[in-house]
Nanobody, 118 residues
Framework: VQLQACGGGLVQAGGSLRLSCAAS????????MAWFRQAPGKERELLAA????????SYADSVRDRFIISRDNAKNTVYLQMTGLKPEDTAVYYCAQGLMTAGRYNNWGQGTLVTVSS
């Protein structure tokens, strides 16, 4: 399965962006999905995850109440709606496919850059 993330860009603090990650090949609905980010000089951070049927989600404390993960299995796409963006949200954002309950993700998209200006 190939994952293609898009939707990043430059936004002012307080603004919003929606990231999308489209999957091609394989059976999208058979996998849990997640969004990660990695800022320069920092470790990769798991932001949000969603169960394969979309009925269960989890969030990192750093983005809870600001970001929403969702998926459309008919479109083979997972989304990350980001609101209330802060300069510290600046990072490359990655979608990933794997097993939510185990916290293991073994298939990654190429990343999309989000830059939040103050």
């Amino acid at each position: 399965v190939q994952l293609q993330a898009c939707g990043g860009g430059l936004v002012q603090a307080g603004g919003s962006l929606r990231l999308s990650c489209a999957a091609s090949g394989g059976t999208f609905s058979s996998y849990d999905m997640a969004w990660f980010r990695q800022a320069p000089g920092k470790e990769r951070e798991l932001l949000a995850a969603i169960y394969r049927n979309g009925r269960s989600t989890s969030y990192a404390d750093s983005v809870r109440d600001r970001f929403i993960i969702s998926r459309d299995n008919a479109k083979n796409t997972v989304y990350l709606q980001m609101t209330g963006l802060k300069p510290e949200d600046t990072a490359v954002y990655y979608c990933a496919q794997g097993l939510m309950t185990a916290g293991r993700y073994n298939n990654w998209g190429q990343g999309t850059l989000v830059t939040v200006s103050s």
